[in-house]
């Protein structure tokens, strides 16, 4: 059974930087396509970010292009979110889900992690 | 981007009856369709994708129907467990787009 562990989450400024991390296990993390998806407190969940399984193709949705940056290290199955300029916004739990195929945001995802807090204020 | 509208937004019944959620689409989708459980406080659960398929574990009293732009996710027997939030997900096209989730209460 896989498993996704985040990490990362903290507090911040508006404006500030935060990169999330999450670890995989328990499946072939090279072989399929990873999300970002986020929950802001009381909200319906927002696909925010995805990377195709061998990491050469990631999209964002455009309220986060350009500030977000998704990243995967097959080699070490980690999936990482790089989080510039951050909004008030922005302030969610965000979680990393596991996409059936290869090809971000093209599949439902069948493995989710329990979520990391990130919370923007000043 | 297409837009998914779920229909109610929230409802209550009791246990034992047949529970019924909507989602359409602003423009087709196909079958490319996922409904997923989230209980408070915890991560979404997958229910069922590519519009009909049981996800590995779910119980069968979970079904999905539908295509193109109307959908359904139907719970036959509802059970106390089944209280959670309810969100559908299509996944044709970028960005794969959430419904705005129906909240399920038992009686």
């Known amino acids: 059974e896989g498993q996704l562990l985040e990490s990362g989450g903290e507090v911040v400024q508006p404006g500030a930087s935060l990169r999330l991390s999450c670890a995989a296990s328990g499946f072939g993390f090279s072989y399929y396509a990873m999300s970002w998806v986020r929950q802001a407190p009381g909200k319906g969940l927002e696909w925010v970010s995805g990377?195709?399984?061998?990491?050469?193709?990631?999209r964002h949705i455009d309220s986060v292009e350009g500030r977000f940056t998704v990243t995967r290290d097959n080699s070490a199955n980690v999936l990482s979110l790089q989080m510039n300029s951050l909004r008030v916004e922005d302030t969610a739990v965000y979680y990393c889900?596991?996409?059936?195929?290869?090809?971000?945001?093209?599949?439902?995802?069948?493995?989710w992690g329990q979520g990391t807090v990130v919370i923007v204020s000043s | 981007d297409i837009q998914m509208t779920q229909s109610p937004s929230s409802l209550s019944a009791s246990v034992g009856d047949r529970v019924t959620i909507t989602c359409r689409a602003s423009q087709g989708i196909r079958s490319s369709l996922a409904w997923y459980q989230q209980k408070p406080g915890k991560p979404p659960r997958l229910l069922i994708y590519a519009a009909t398929t049981l996800q590995s574990g779910v119980p069968s009293r979970f079904r999905g129907s539908g295509s193109g732009t109307d959908f359904t996710l139907t719970i036959t027997s509802l059970q106390p467990e089944d209280l959670a939030t309810y969100y559908c997900?299509?996944?044709?096209?970028?960005?794969?787009?959430f419904g705005q989730g129906t909240k399920v209460e038992i009686k």
């Open positions: 997900q299509k996944y044709d096209s970028l960005p794969p787009t």
């Open positions: 990377i195709s399984a061998d990491g050469t193709r990631a």
């Open positions: 889900a596991k996409d059936y195929g290869d090809y971000a945001g093209h599949d439902a995802s069948d493995i």
